[in-house]
């Protein structure tokens, strides 16, 4: 394990972002696919997306496509594009701009796609969980629980971006390429609504314990509380994400949205 990987924002999230697209390759679908890199930082506040060219070639679409995408992130506030020589579309001061955008895509998802989407994120998670269990040196779990440690003190952005790495990282001590790429995928879809439970401080805390437990257990070679607190976790961010999806939906204005999501935010 690279010790050095919190040190960065993490790269599987990028590969996971800018996989091709191809012919499904809508101005919407590449426009999402933005979104959500940044929502689970892949890039970070005042970072440089890669150019139109680049992102073109990456997902497999055409440059007027990306052109119109970017476009869009734009209106949206979470991009600002600046001309010249160290020009280019970069990522802005936006944290409530990507809140509301998460929150929209939490409320336009069918219960049962949310629920789904749990189910998914938990088997492939303690699949993984329970391989690491057979396979993680110790060495390398030392280094995912100082990385965590490390998080407890920073805000809640940063602490997000650093336990999504860490779950990145359990995962990729199964050493299979094909759960690892898998979790990656999920993660990269599931973390946007993850960032929105962050507005509560008790379920950001439990998260913390469940990935300590989760780290105890894999130390331990104990692959039944591995799973187990993989399993709990997962499905104490279900209830929460259905709760809160609910009481959303019960806000009938764009104005309204904004207010819900601001006194969660000034609540913890």
Same mark, same amino acid.
């Given at each position: 394990?690279?010790?050095?990987?919190?040190?960065?924002?993490?790269?599987?999230?990028?590969?996971?972002?800018?996989?091709?697209?191809?012919?499904?390759?809508?101005?919407?679908?590449?426009?999402?696919?933005?979104?959500?890199?940044?929502?689970?930082?892949?890039?970070?506040?005042?970072?440089?997306?890669?150019?139109?060219?680049?992102?073109?070639?990456?997902?497999?679409?055409?440059?007027?496509?990306?052109?119109?995408?970017?476009?869009?992130?734009?209106?949206?506030?979470?991009?600002?594009?600046?001309?010249?020589?160290?020009?280019?579309?970069?990522?802005?001061?936006?944290?409530?701009?990507?809140?509301?955008?998460?929150?929209?895509?939490?409320?336009?998802?069918?219960?049962?796609?949310?629920?789904?989407?749990?189910?998914?994120?938990?088997?492939?998670?303690?699949?993984?969980?329970?391989?690491?269990?057979?396979?993680?040196?110790?060495?390398?779990?030392?280094?995912? #629980?100082? @990385?965590? !440690? *490390?998080? %407890?003190?920073?805000? +809640?952005?940063?602490?997000?971006? &650093?336990?999504?790495?860490?779950?990145?990282?359990?995962?990729?001590?199964?050493?299979?390429?094909?759960?690892?790429?898998?979790?990656?995928?999920?993660?990269?879809?599931?973390?946007?609504?993850?960032?929105?439970?962050?507005?509560?401080?008790?379920?950001?805390?439990?998260?913390?314990?469940?990935?300590?437990?989760?780290?105890?257990?894999?130390?331990?070679?104990?692959?039944?509380?591995?799973? #187990?607190? @993989?399993? !709990? *976790?997962? %499905?104490?961010?279900? +209830?929460?994400?259905?709760?809160? &999806?609910?009481?959303?939906?019960?806000?009938?204005?764009?104005?309204?949205?904004?207010?819900?999501?601001?006194?969660?935010?000034?609540?913890?």
């Amino acid at each position: 394990m690279n010790s050095t990987f919190a040190q960065s924002p993490p790269s599987r999230l990028r590969t996971a972002a800018f996989a091709p697209i191809g012919e499904e390759g809508r101005t919407e679908l590449v426009e999402a696919r933005l979104v959500q890199a940044i929502s689970v930082g892949a890039f970070t506040e005042g970072e440089r997306l890669p150019s139109e060219t680049e992102l073109s070639a990456l997902m497999g679409v055409a440059v007027v496509t990306v052109r119109e995408a970017l476009s869009g992130l734009r209106h949206r506030g979470l991009i600002e594009t600046k001309r010249g020589r160290n020009g280019g579309s970069f990522v802005r001061p936006s944290r409530g701009a990507v809140e509301e955008v998460n929150a929209r895509a939490l409320m336009a998802m069918p219960r049962v796609a949310l629920a789904d989407l749990g189910v998914h994120y938990e088997v492939v998670s303690a699949a993984c969980a329970e391989y690491a269990c057979q396979r993680a040196t110790a060495e390398e779990l030392d280094v995912v #629980a100082d @990385v965590l !440690e *490390s998080a %407890r003190e920073l805000d +809640r952005d940063q602490w997000r971006r &650093r336990v999504t790495e860490v779950q990145l990282e359990l995962a990729a001590l199964s050493q299979s390429v094909r759960l690892t790429n898998e979790h990656v995928r999920v993660q990269t879809e599931f973390t946007p609504l993850l960032g929105l439970q962050d507005l509560d401080e008790r379920a950001r805390q439990s998260t913390h314990e469940a990935l300590l437990a989760q780290i105890a257990a894999t130390r331990a070679s104990d692959v039944v509380a591995a799973r #187990a607190a @993989v399993r !709990e *976790s997962v %499905r104490g961010s279900m +209830r929460w994400l259905v709760g809160f &999806r609910a009481e959303l939906l019960a806000v009938p204005h764009n104005a309204e949205l904004h207010a819900t999501l601001e006194s969660r935010r000034y609540s913890i």
